[in-house]
């Protein structure tokens, strides 16, 4: 009797877990277009990792994930860190370009900034030494400025 509830009670536990990691998984959405990644954060959005992304890229400013829209409000950590971009368009909708986001890019040659960054954390452009032209709308607090 002892074996048979201690079966069932781990057979439950199992259950749980399997249970929780789904929901979690299905919680944790991601949305991947021309090779840039996005990540749900609350009700918003992000650019995560996506250094497989190449030429000229623009950052989506919402993403569209089970009928619900999601604002693009972050460049994140080393998002094209390595990348071979040419050139890269963010959106207004974005509010913060977050520290190593597109270091050591060696064919990154054109940055365009909308009007939206507020913040651009340290070594946001690291090594990434060709960019000629940097087309800048936003107005950001100067002493985020280390690039």
Known sequence: MKQNYFSTMISRATM???LVSCSLMAWAQDFTK???NY?????????????GATG?????????????QYPVTKV?????CNSS????????SVLRIEYYAFSDCPELKTVTIGSGVTYIDY????????VDDIYMYAD?????LDW
């Open 16 to 18: 749980m877990l399997f």
């Open 34 to 36: 021309d090779g840039v």
């Open 39 to 51: 990540h749900i954060e609350g009700n918003e959005a992000y650019v995560g990792e996506s250094a």
């Open 56 to 68: 000229a890229i623009t950052i989506l400013d919402k993403i569209t994930v089970s009928g619900k």
């Open 76 to 80: 994140g950590s080393y998002a094209f």
């Open 85 to 92: 971009l040419t050139s890269v368009t963010i959106p207004n």
């Open 123 to 130: 070594d946001a452009f690291l090594h990434s030494f060709y």
């Open 140 to 144: 950001p607090d100067p002493e985020t």
